[in-house]
């Protein structure tokens, strides 16, 4: 019954390695997110994919790379980590004309 | 760009007092306006939206916000509030018409509930 659900919910790694996070959502909306959560609770958004395109990358390093393999999953890619990636990541759903956002449960993510 | 101030970072109220949470945004044209709440360790739940009509949107859990244009604000108030809302409250803004731009998120505010 979950809208969105994000695998694993808690993750621990050493700098350098590369890491993914799934995402699926079972609303059937178009439009899928990647939100970043620091340390000081600031949400800023890092990708949206639209009908299995990207339509917007906010400034964020090329390690991160989301990949969507249909449209009820995507999936965000993180290679070479580093401390500063530390932070809690929120996949999020919506039907683009609608705006409003489900969240999914959040992946907190630690660098060491 | 759009842009969204939330001025408290901190806010403590007492049990069964009334709220009153700020939100400021800037940007062009009408947008779609958001509140959502975030317990400790949890996602964030929408609590209210605002897309277009009436200016004073009713949520979930007893809250409301009002728009206002001339303002250019959005602040949720609720009339009496219980322990359990003590969260982190955060305002977002989308574009108005649709898109798939996501949210614009203002910094939250920090509720604090004194028994």
């Known amino acids: 019954d979950t809208a969105v659900s994000q695998t694993p919910k808690y993750l621990v790694t050493q700098m350098g390695n590369d890491k993914s996070i799934k995402c699926e959502q079972n609303l059937g909306h178009d439009t899928m997110y990647w939100y970043k959560q620091d340390s000081k609770k600031f949400l800023k958004i890092m990708f949206s994919y639209n009908n299995k395109e990207l339509i917007i990358n906010e400034t964020v390093p090329n390690r991160f790379s989301p990949k969507s393999p249909d449209k009820a999953h995507l999936n965000l890619h993180i290679n070479s980590l580093e401390l500063g990636d530390s932070a809690v990541y929120f996949c999020a759903s919506s039907q683009s004309r609608q705006g409003k956002g489900y969240f999914g449960p959040g992946t907190r993510l630690t660098v060491t | 760009a759009q842009s969204v101030t939330q001025p408290d970072i901190h806010i403590t109220v007492s049990e069964g007092a009334s709220l009153e949470l700020r939100c400021n945004y800037s940007?062009?044209?009408?947008?779609?306006l958001f509140w959502y709440v975030q317990s400790p360790g949890q996602g964030l739940q929408l609590l209210l939206k605002y897309f277009s009509g009436d200016t004073l949107v009713q949520g979930i859990k007893g809250f409301e916000a009002e728009f206002k244009r001339s303002q250019s604000s959005f602040n949720l108030r609720k009339p009496s509030v219980h322990w359990s809302d003590a969260a982190e409250y955060f305002c977002?803004?989308?574009?108005?018409?649709?898109?798939?731009?996501?949210?614009?998120f203002g910094k939250g505010t920090h509720l604090i509930i004194q028994p």
């Open positions: 940007y062009g044209a009408t947008p779609y």
């Open positions: 977002a803004v989308a574009p108005g018409g649709g898109g798939a731009d996501g949210l614009t």
